[in-house]
């Protein structure tokens, strides 16, 4: 019996550890740079904030990217939202309609 309580406790705490660890590691942050949203892994990437890079295929290369999204104005109360995720490329995400 004493046996099986000490495993459960292992297991227990070993889980406890393996979901710290994974919380850590997986960490994800938004960023805006410039007209871009970038949402990437914060404990995966070097790079400050601030000291991004502007343009978009400069961006791409980031390690730890998750995804870029931004707006381009198609009608004047409509947006075309994109999306570019590694290794899909960019994909048209949703179409925003602005009220006057």
Do not use: H
Not at 29 to 45: D, H, I, Q
Not at 51 to 60: A, G, V, Y
Not at 61 to 81: C, H, K, N, V
């Amino acid at each position: 019996m004493k046996k099986v309580a000490v495993i459960s406790v292992i297991l227990v705490i070993s889980a406890i550890i393996g979901l710290v660890l994974v919380f850590y590691v997986f960490k994800q942050e938004t960023a805006s740079v410039g007209r871009y949203s970038v949402l990437y892994y914060k404990n995966m990437c070097d790079l400050e904030v601030e000291s991004f890079p502007q343009d978009l295929e400069s961006l791409k290369s980031l390690p730890g990217l998750i995804r870029i999204t931004w707006q381009e104005q198609i009608a004047s109360d409509m947006f075309q939202e994109y999306c570019f995720l590694p290794g899909k490329g960019v994909e048209k995400s949703r179409l925003i309609r602005k009220n006057q």
